[in-house]
């Protein structure tokens, strides 16, 4: 399937495809962020 | 409420109103009315797609099932960034470029005139309810707050939203949400900091995390592979995926919104937009919740927070009982705070810390326990589950909220609530009228003619609304209730789209009945299986794909 058929640059992003590849990494962060704080951020004395 | 806070909320709805019908005065037609000529930019369509997901239910729902569970709601909303790309790329250009009113006028295009129809239909169904539920969930703040009937608030927040969607349409229901939305997020900020300022001496941002850490109430994520669990990890990626493809994609609400841009770019931008604000939202209206939680180690809470359960069953013969629970959760509570405050004296030193942690777990295991016990009262006598949970942002915002502030966020409550319920009302009526009336009964009166049962229609589905609204109290959680309204419609729905998408060879008659076959699976695996409603979304749209496709393999005249 064709990606992009809006060619030239969406503000910073060079492309569709680098835009979309950056919402698909900050998703993936936002999950990585939110299991360390769920570790980080348990101070529970219960095993 | 204060005169102050009285002005602050006159001023809001005034404001709001002259601000919609002013930025509406341009529209021209049926076009005008549903798409805004079609001259949105981007960033007010981000807002608005963004105000029509976040009703009042998120605002008073979620921070009170933060303060009964923590975090652990925001995995639900994990998917949305992976969703939003998948409707960019496949779902938002075929919809632009279909030049439709409604994304079940693309069915037609695609099948038939019978798929249009059915899809339409369970729309009109399912979101009609829903608009009604929307309605209810500020009435039960100002029931509290204002001591209003909750029927004169109701009516009250439907006709002042239905006279601007019905004057100014999808222009005025866009811009509106614009300003109701930077109002929530004004609100969440004035919320967390009176959180801060109503904390104890001493207490502060360090101490209120480590508090809310030692009951894990900031755990956001639970990697456990439970499909009864709605609320884990696994559950929220592949259920919610499925549940934003169907909700952004499918659901004419939302798919109005980016049909209303200027270009595909603009409406691709509006949901890359909210990819990227709506998770860092969520967190912060849960900390809310957290907070609360927090807050009220240090301020005797309520057994019950709702007014209304507690009066119940003082005047019943479970009074006594009831009593018993409430000196007993008083004691505790007392225990707790003399705990919690000895514990932020002494942990930096280290002594008896752990033995501390223990005993303030232990009484918020008590008091956990007593407020089940006490809701199981509240529903054995009112023979209803209690709805409790929506109760708790409400009464620390009567009772701890300074003047002025508490004007302004119950402006925000309101806003939140007409935000969505402008949406519903306009994307229910666009679809009445382009996919039921224009097609079916008058194909070929003027746009004048359109236009004015455009606002007709939207007239009727305030009131339609305002109907489900009056009994929407039955419910439990409201937030739950809504999802679990659409996730009985929202998957097979998605099958549909998909089969349009991606099976050239499907037909209308394989998409309809793969679509009864689709909702008949998930009410048999509800009935049936204790899998988390999340799921129903992944069942409904698969079922919906193989029989759609397995009718369309059927011999001719078979099916």
Not at chain 2, 12 to 24: D, E, P, W
Not at chain 2, 213 to 224: E, H, K, N, P, Y
Not at chain 2, 438 to 447: E, L, T
Request: with cysteine.
């Amino acid at each position: 399937m064709k990606v992009d058929d809006d060619q030239g640059r969406i503000g910073v992003f060079p492309s569709w495809r680098s835009m979309y590849w950056t919402v698909l990494v900050y998703g993936l962060v936002v999950i990585a962020v939110l299991t360390i704080l769920s570790r980080v951020l348990s101070f529970g004395a219960a095993p | 409420m204060t005169p102050i806070d009285w002005a602050l909320f006159v001023l809001y709805f005034v404001g709001v109103l002259s601000f919609a019908l002013y930025q509406s005065r341009k529209n021209e037609g049926v076009e005008g009315f549903f798409l805004g000529n079609r001259r949105m930019p981007w960033w007010a369509i981000g807002l608005s797609v963004m105000a029509t997901q976040a009703s009042a239910i998120t605002f008073i729902g979620t921070t009170g099932q933060a303060f009964d569970d923590g975090m652990e709601f925001v995995q639900f909303y994990l998917a949305l960034p992976f969703s939003m790309v998948v409707l960019c790329i496949v779902f938002i250009p075929l919809f632009y470029r279909a030049k439709v009113f409604t994304a079940y006028e693309y069915l037609e295009q695609r099948f038939d005139s019978k798929t249009r129809a059915l899809t339409g239909f369970l729309f009109l169904v399912s979101r009609g309810m829903g608009a009604g539920i929307i309605l209810y969930a500020p009435a039960i703040v100002l029931s509290v707050i204002l001591g209003w009937d909750e029927r004169l608030t109701i009516m009250v927040m439907a006709i002042i939203t239905v006279f601007y969607t019905m004057a100014g349409g999808i222009t005025a229901v866009i811009w509106t949400d614009v300003v109701q939305m930077l109002m929530v997020f004004g609100g969440i900020a004035v919320a967390l900091f009176a959180l801060f300022s109503n904390l104890p001496d001493g207490v502060g941002l360090a101490e209120a995390v480590y508090v809310g850490g030692i009951q894990d109430m900031w755990r956001s994520v639970d990697l456990s592979w439970d499909p009864t669990n709605t609320y884990t990890l696994w559950s929220g990626l592949l259920g919610g995926f499925f549940l934003f493809l169907a909700y952004f994609g499918t659901d004419q609400s939302q798919v109005q919104r980016y049909l209303t841009a200027t270009s595909l770019k603009d409406s691709r931008l509006s949901l890359i937009f909210n990819a990227f604000l709506k998770v860092p939202m969520q967190v912060l209206i849960l900390s809310i919740g957290v907070l609360l939680f927090v807050f009220y180690h240090f301020e005797e809470p309520p057994l019950v927070f709702s007014p209304a359960e507690v009066a119940a069953v003082e005047e019943s013969e479970r009074a006594a009982e009831f009593r018993a629970l409430e000196e007993e959760k008083s004691e505790v509570h007392s225990l707790r705070r003399a705990a919690t405050l000895e514990l932020l004296e002494d942990r930096n030193s280290g002594l008896g810390v752990l033995d501390r942690q223990r005993m303030i777990e232990g009484y918020d295991s008590q008091l956990r326990e007593l407020r089940v016990d006490a809701k199981e009262i509240v529903s054995e006598v009112r023979g209803t589950s209690s709805n409790d949970v929506n109760y708790v942002f409400p009464t620390y915002i009567i009772n701890f909220i300074p003047t002025g502030l508490l004007g302004l966020l119950i402006a925000v409550i309101f806003a939140a609530a007409m935000s969505s319920l402008d949406s519903e009302i306009t994307a229910l009526s666009s679809a009445t009228v382009m996919d039921f009336y224009r097609r079916w009964f008058r194909p070929d009166a003027s746009d004048g003619h359109y236009l004015f049962v455009s606002r007709l229609t939207t007239l009727f589905w305030g009131l339609f609304a305002f109907g489900v609204a009056l009994y929407a109290g039955q419910l439990g959680s409201l937030i739950e209730a809504v999802n679990q309204i659409g996730s009985f419609f929202y998957g097979s729905l998605l099958g549909v789209f998909l089969l349009a998408f991606f099976v050239p060879k499907s037909t209308g008659t394989g998409a309809s009945v793969g679509l009864l076959v689709g909702m008949a699976s998930v009410f048999l695996v509800s009935i049936t299986t204790d899998v988390s409603w999340l799921y129903y979304n992944v069942v409904g749209a698969v079922v919906v794909v193989v029989v759609g496709m397995v009718v369309n393999r059927a011999p001719e005249g078979r099916v």
